[in-house]
Every structure is written in structure tokens, then in C-alpha cells.
């Protein structure tokens, strides 16, 4: 696959686009073929991004506060007891899941369009990242997250199994740095429901994905139970975190060019799988 005059040895590049001119013609020509590259400059506005600690870093250039957890997300120390303490206790107390009920619904759902490149939209330290490398090959899964100190962490981790060439990016879930239906497949666990406008968040996943590739998820749901319930409309606020129903999400899939096929309920959080439609 040719970009210009550059030979690609890798499609997951062919997929990127400039988040700063914003032109879906633009290409991201990486600058030598290190893994990530050193920089990777645009074919139409020549900006550059580099990127730092074997994370390619592709911002938007306006400034996003995505709220006070996040500010947490970004601490090393968050990065280190991540995984291991605060996603895994947190989820297996909140919707009594463990990391292997995850994995296997990404086994059972995840349906990747052709060779396409798979992402792991807001990866942190990448636990999914990593199962979709060992099931697709490293060589054609990314991961992209806000913060860099989880996305330096998932390097290590992914290098410790021999994941190397997993693509770690930095970048923003709202305005991803990629063209319109190029990704075979995306997975999004535990971020929906942190985007400030979740509707567009799922917009601009379906604006990316090749119909027929699946849009695996797992999110905040609205409790059915009425004691839990008030207790969610007191608690999400304060952790920034916005709950829906099914019926909400099926319109705001709708309007993403996706359809829900699955939707598996875990008391406030529900695992789902949506599929993008030819339009
Ligand atoms: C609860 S963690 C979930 C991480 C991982 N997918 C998992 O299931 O363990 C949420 C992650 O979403 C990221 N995030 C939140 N908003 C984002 C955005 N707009 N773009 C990219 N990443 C975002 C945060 O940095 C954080 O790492
Ligand atoms: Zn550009």
C-alpha cells in the first residue's frame, strides 16, 4: 500500500488522517519505519506529530478538559494500580464481571471487516488491547487514549508478552485521526459513558468503521432497580458519568449508522455489540 511515494509496509497507517487541517484527503507519511515512527507529518498541511515513549501522538490542537477523573487517569500512579486493582475490583464490585467475562464477550461479538485494522478506543493500560493482539496479531490492533501516562504504561505491559507492535496513539476519542470507513472493527470499554456528548463520541466511531466491522462496548447503564436507580442519579454526576438506557442508545446508534445485535445487562452496566451498516 502506497502513501505518496512512500511504500507502507503497514495498513494500520493507510487508516490515519490530520486531526489539525482536518482534510480526509490528507495521509499521515510516517518518517522512518522505527516502531511507532518518530513523527509522522501530514501530506496536506505538513504538520508534524512525533511521538514520545513509544506513543505516536495525534491531538487535536484545541484544548479538551474531559473532567475531573480524568485529571485522575492521568497520574502514573493511576497507570500502575490501574488494571490490576481499580478496573478489575471496581467492575467485579459494580457489575460482578471479571476480566475473563470481558474477554470472552470480545471473542464471542467482535466481528473485524475484512484485514482492516482493529482499535481499542480509550485503551488506558490496554487489558483489551492486548486479547484482541493475541487473537488478530499485534500487527493490526491500535490503541488510543487521552492520557500518556497510560498509554506509556500499556507499551511495557504489551512488551512483556511480545505484543510489541501493538500502535499505541495518543489522541481523542471525539475527533479521531483517522478516515472515513477504514477500521475493520472498534472496541470501547468503560469511556462512552465519560464522553461529554456520548452521541457524538458513538458519531464519530461509526464515521470511522467499515460496514459490516462491529462496535464492541461496555458501558453505564441505568439501574432498573428504583433504590438503585436514585442512588446512580446521586452518585454518576459526581464521578462524571452519564447513564442511559437501551432505547436511548439504539437512537444514538441509529444516528452513528450502527444497530445494535447485542445487548447483555449487568445490574449498571451492560456489555453491548453494534454493527455498522452500509449507508
Ligand atoms: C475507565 S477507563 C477504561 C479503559 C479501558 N478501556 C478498560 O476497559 O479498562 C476510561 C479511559 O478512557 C479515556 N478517555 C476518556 N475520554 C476520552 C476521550 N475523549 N478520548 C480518548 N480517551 C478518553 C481515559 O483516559 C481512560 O483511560
Ligand atoms: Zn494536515
Known amino acids: 500500500m502506497a502513501v505518496g511515494d512512500v511504500e507502507l509496509k503497514d495498513n494500520r497507517f493507510a487508516t490515519l488522517r490530520c486531526v489539525v487541517c482536518r482534510d480526509l484527503k490528507s495521509r499521515l507519511v510516517p518518517s522512518d519505519d522505527e516502531h511507532p515512527p518518530t513523527s509522522v507529518d501530514c501530506s496536506v498541511c505538513k504538520h508534524t506529530f512525533w511521538s514520545q515513549t513509544k506513543v505516536l501522538e495525534i491531538m487535536p490542537p484545541d484544548a479538551i478538559h474531559a473532567g475531573w477523573s480524568q485529571d485522575v487517569y492521568d ?6 494500580i490501574y488494571e490490576k486493582w481499580t478496573r478489575s475490583i471496581g467492575t467485579f464490585l459494580l457489575a460482578g464481571l471479571r476480566y475473563k467475562d470481558e474477554y470472552d464477550y470480545l471473542r464471542q461479538h467482535l466481528h ?3 484485514d482492516a ?3 481499542d478506543l480509550c485503551c488506558a493500560t490496554g487489558p483489551h488491547s492486548r486479547v484482541l493482539a493475541q487473537e488478530y496479531g499485534a500487527g493490526r490492533v491500535m490503541g488510543l487514549d487521552l492520557s500518556p501516562n497510560m ?4 507499551a511495557r505491559l504489551a512488551e512483556e508478552q511480545q505484543l510489541d507492535d501493538i500502535l499505541w496513539i495518543r489522541g481523542n476519542a471525539l475527533k479521531l485521526p483517522f478516515g472515513n470507513e477504514t ?3 472498534i472496541n470501547c470499554f468503560g469511556a462512552v459513558h465519560l464522553f461529554p456528548d456520548p452521541a457524538a463520541g458513538l458519531r464519530e466511531s461509526g464515521r470511522v468503521l467499515i460496514p459490516g466491522g462491529t462496535y464492541t462496548a461496555f458501558v453505564a447503564v441505568e ?11 446521586l452518585g454518576s454526576p459526581l464521578f462524571g458519568v452519564k447513564t442511559f438506557n437501551r432505547k436511548t442508545l439504539e437512537g444514538w446508534l ?3 449508522g450502527m ?3 447485542d445487548y447483555s445487562v449487568f445490574g449498571p452496566a451492560a456489555m453491548f455489540t453494534a454493527i455498522r451498516l452500509a449507508q
Do not use: C, E, T
Open 75 to 80: 497520574n502514573d500512579w493511576m497507570a500502575d
Open 112 to 114: 473485524a471487516a475484512y
Open 117 to 119: 485494522p482493529i482499535l
Open 151 to 154: 498509554l506509556q504504561k500499556g
Open 183 to 185: 477500521l475493520g472493527a
Open 223 to 233: 439501574h432498573s432497580n428504583f433504590v438503585m436507580r436514585r442512588l446512580q442519579l
Open 254 to 256: 441509529k444516528d452513528a
Open 259 to 261: 444497530k445494535l445485535s
